[in-house]
């Protein structure tokens, strides 16, 4: 069965730093590219950042870009976000997700996890 | 950056009743239209990939049309089950967006 777990999260003081984990099973991670999409408590959903299967591809929304890093070892099964200079507004539940078919553009996420809570707040 | 507007923001619907909701793109996004549901205190669920295509496991009352900038999600029959938030996303360009979500609740 194809799981992703996620872990990390905490709650954080405004300006510190968090790295989030994302294990992956049931499936050959190294031929899927995976997001993170994080959602604040009682609002709507948010992508945050994407890899592709060989990290040749990144993306950041703006809100996140120059502050969170990205990344995957494909050895491990597993998805990382560095979050550094956080803010009261990255307060959310952090969502890893496997897109369908593997592609970079285009692909919707089939598969996600459980999510791990990010507070920031001193 | 690509806007999904889903209208309507909340719907209450009786049992076997038929819901629609529409999203619309702020410009041609083609296929790259997917649907989720999530319920309270749970992940999103793939509903419906590329604007039609039905994810598997998934209820057949559930489809999805459109192309372009304008898509539509049905709910054929609505079932207790299906009191949930039901979002639209976009994977045509970065950054992926995603509309602001429309609670369906039974009445």
């Known amino acids: 069965e194809v799981h992703l777990v996620e872990s990390g999260g905490g709650l954080v003081q405004p300006g510190r730093s968090l790295r989030l984990s994302c294990a992956a099973s049931g499936f050959t991670f190294g031929d899927f590219a995976m997001h993170w999409v994080r959602q604040a408590p009682g609002k709507g959903l948010q992508w945050v950042s994407g890899?592709?299967?060989?990290?040749?591809?990144?993306g950041y929304a703006d809100s996140v870009k120059g502050r969170f890093t990205i990344s995957r070892d494909n050895a491990k099964n597993s998805l990382y976000l560095q979050m550094n200079s956080l803010r009261a507004e990255d307060t959310a539940l952090y969502y890893c997700a496997k897109v369908s078919s593997g592609s970079w553009y285009g692909d919707a996420f089939d598969i996600w996890g459980q999510g791990t809570l990010v507070t920031v707040s001193s | 950056e690509i806007v999904l507007t889903q209208s309507p923001d909340f719907q209450s619907v009786p049992p076997k009743e038929k819901v629609t909701i529409t999203c619309r793109a702020s410009?041609?996004?083609?296929?790259?239209l997917h649907w989720y549901q999530q319920k309270p205190d749970q992940s999103p669920k793939l509903l419906i990939k590329y604007a039609s295509q039905s994810f598997s496991g998934v209820p057949s009352r559930f489809s999805g049309s459109g192309s372009g900038t304008d898509f539509t999600l049905t709910i054929n029959s609505l079932e207790a089950e299906d009191a949930a938030t039901y979002y639209c996303?976009?994977?045509?360009?970065?950054?992926?967006?995603f509309g602001q979500g429309t609670k369906v609740e039974i009445k």
């Open positions: 996303h976009q994977s045509n360009s970065f950054p992926w967006t």
């Open positions: 410009q041609s996004i083609g296929s790259s």
């Open positions: 890899i592709s299967r060989n990290s040749g591809n990144i």
